[in-house]
């Protein structure tokens, strides 16, 4: 791949970049953006800065939420091992728009 650089800055604005972060190290560098500078400026405040907070954001909530779904199925008795990332969250997304609510009656 090659990209075109003037001044620091890459001439393509459609150049992206994908990085293989650990569950933890995502969620460390969303709370380091997520900080304050010692100015009182923050990262979100920078358009860009933000939209990279959103993703990071979304894909950290697929993940948390997946394995959630994951335990809970494994706790109830599930063999969830044999489902694929995208069937868990399909399926907690159909659980999770059901109406069943708690019975409070007596």
């Not at 650990?22 to 709370?31: D, F, G, I, N, V």
């Not at 109830?76 to 728009?97: K, M, N, P, T, Y």
């Given at each position: 791949?090659?990209?075109?650089?003037?001044?620091?800055?890459?001439?393509?604005?459609?150049?992206?970049?994908?990085?293989?972060?650990?569950?933890?190290?995502?969620?460390?560098?969303?709370?380091?953006?997520?900080?304050?500078?010692?100015?009182?400026?923050?990262?979100?405040?920078?358009?860009?800065?933000?939209?990279a907070m959103?993703?990071?954001?979304?894909?950290?909530?697929?993940?948390?939420?997946?394995?959630r779904v994951?335990?809970?199925?494994?706790?109830?008795?599930?063999?969830?091992?044999?489902?694929?990332?995208?069937?868990?969250?399909?399926?907690?997304?159909?659980?999770?728009?059901?109406?069943?609510?708690?019975?409070?009656?007596?």
């Amino acid at each position: 791949m090659s990209i075109d650089v003037k001044n620091g800055t890459s001439q393509d604005a459609e150049t992206t970049l994908s990085l293989e972060l650990t569950l933890p190290e995502a969620e460390a560098l969303k709370s380091w953006l997520l900080k304050p500078a010692a100015d009182g400026s923050s990262a979100i405040d920078d358009p860009q800065a933000k939209s990279a907070m959103v993703k990071l954001g979304s894909q950290l909530d697929y993940v948390s939420g997946v394995t959630r779904v994951r335990e809970e199925l494994e706790t109830a008795g599930f063999d969830a091992a044999a489902l694929s990332d995208d069937q868990v969250a399909e399926l907690g997304r159909r659980i999770a728009d059901s109406p069943i609510r708690r019975y409070s009656g007596s």
